[in-house]
């Protein structure tokens, strides 16, 4: 999918047919399945991007109308088999998200090319509040990133020792 020049991908979990629609079905995984996620689903960018991709590119491929993204909530702890241990929810992204999109993405694009340009450092990036803190708190990389500079080499060390040895990255903060 492209916007202003600037190409927007995203990998989808599954494309279905339900009702003579084309649909995109998402998988999550939770602990518990509820209403506050549906809202925050509907209002994320994974979301809308799946939303323009649905109407402009995989209703006219398939040749059905759009019916929209689906999540299949799975829950993730016990008790297993019970009524709310799956559900599959519709969503609806608000038609302004859709609309805004677009130059949501060509502003990311052009913020990246600007620091592409000026050729930083990794480790001297924007922060991005989505990736860095989330539901479950800060990046296991924050420690990482809150050094700087210096964090590199003991990153690229730990890299090192987990691809010579198979064993999981492990970044230890001297």
């Given at each position: ?53 649905g ?15 689906y ?68 990046c ?35």
């Amino acid at each position: 999918m492209t916007s202003g020049g600037f190409l927007h991908t995203q990998r989808i979990d599954l494309v279905a047919e339900l009702s003579e629609k084309v649909i995109i079905l998402d998988h999550k995984v939770l602990s518990r399945v509820g209403e506050a996620m549906v809202s925050e689903w509907s209002s994320s960018g994974q979301f809308t991007g799946y939303e323009i991709m649905g109407k402009t590119l995989l209703a006219p491929l398939y040749g059905l109308p759009w019916g929209g993204v689906y999540v299949n909530a799975i829950r993730s702890q016990p008790p297993f088999g019970q009524a709310d241990s799956f559900r599959r929810v519709p969503l609806r992204v608000p038609a302004e998200r859709v609309r805004v999109f677009p130059a949501l993405v060509e502003s990311v694009n052009r913020d990246i090319a600007r620091d592409e340009a000026a050729d930083l450092s990794a480790w001297n990036y924007r922060p991005n509040p989505e990736a860095c803190i989330g539901r479950w708190g800060r990046c296991d990389f924050a420690p990482l990133v809150d050094r700087g500079k210096e964090a590199e080499v003991l990153y690229m060390k730990a890299i090192d020792v987990a691809v010579s040895t198979g064993r999981p990255l492990v970044v230890a903060l001297e």
